[in-house]
């Protein structure tokens, strides 16, 4: 081969390296981000989960991709948006917001990892097989919110000893419903309160439900853990304000001021 033709040959191949280097570098990893709420109300859960990532060394944008699904507490929607995310192929599903994100994650695939957070007993949910060997492809944490339903209620008899009745506002439509209407009124009568269960899982029951307190003259309201609540917070605390009941919730956002 002449000096002129290597050279040319040459120059040609190393133009294309850079060409050929990108087009064999991985693909960015895609997480999928699976919340029953709105991305307004858990916000600031968004955003401690990329904090948490960019401690780790993952920067949204820069070497990861996140793809969020949120489903408006409109738990029917879940299965699908699951399905999404299976379809594009993510690495992993975050599945956040409580138990029903973890139960269409795990009903929508067998093989993408799922990393949970959930608010009652995994194993009661039927999510894992156990707590120290979970088996199949979910992994997660509890935050006992659902376990402690009968202690919150202790700690509310406390604080209006008087009151002859107390509300439980339940989201018939959550997946803990059927533990919640074992557990609480087993509490109840261990300790012989009398309980109205008051169910609400859209915006006009929920209006209803303290209006059913006010006309009863109930003054003290346990509300269930479930993440349809935690989305309608504000909604929440403005209605026992307004009909001067006193409520006891399941996680510390309910004490944020009411938007105005």
């Known amino acids: 081969m002449k000096r002129r033709e290597f050279i040319t040959l040459l120059g040609g191949a190393a133009a294309a390296w850079p060409l050929a280097a990108r087009a064999q570098q991985p693909a960015m990893p895609v ?29 949204e ?8 699904r949120w489903a408006e507490s409109r738990y029917d929607q879940l299965p699908a948006l699951a399905a999404e995310l299976v379809n594009r192929q ?17 009903a929508a695939t067998t093989k993408i990892p799922i990393v949970f957070t959930a608010g009652d007993d995994p194993v009661r949910q039927g999510l894992v097989a156990s707590l120290n060997q979970p088996g199949g ?6 935050f006992l919110t659902g376990a402690i339903e009968s202690k919150r209620f202790g700690l509310l008899r ?23 209407l074992q557990d609480i009124p087993d509490a109840a009568r261990s300790i012989g309160q009398e309980i109205v269960i008051l169910k609400a899982s859209n915006e006009r029951e929920v ?10 003259q109930i003054g003290a309201l346990l509300v ?11 909604q929440i605390l403005a209605l026992a304000s307004r009909y001067s009941v006193t409520a006891i919730y399941y996680l510390r956002e309910f004490e944020r001021p009411v938007a105005s």
């Open 90 to 106: 993510v690495a992993v599903i975050i599945a956040t917001g409580g138990e029903p994100s973890a139960v269409a994650a795990k």
């Open 31 to 59: 997480i999928g981000f699976l919340n029953t709420g709105s991305s307004s109300s858990f916000a600031h859960l968004a955003n401690a989960f990329r904090q948490g990532l960019k401690e780790a060394g993952y920067i």
């Open 137 to 142: 492809n979910l992994t997660g944490m509890f």
């Open 61 to 68: 944008g820069q070497n990861v991709a996140i793809e969020y």
């Open 158 to 180: 406390e604080l209006v000893p008087n009151t002859a009745i107390i509300g439980v506002l339940l989201n018939p439509n959550s997946p803990a419903a059927k533990l919640q």
């Open 207 to 216: 209006d209803a439900a303290f209006a059913a307190l006010a006309q009863r």
């Open 224 to 234: 269930a853990s479930d993440p349809f609540f935690t989305n309608r917070r504000d």
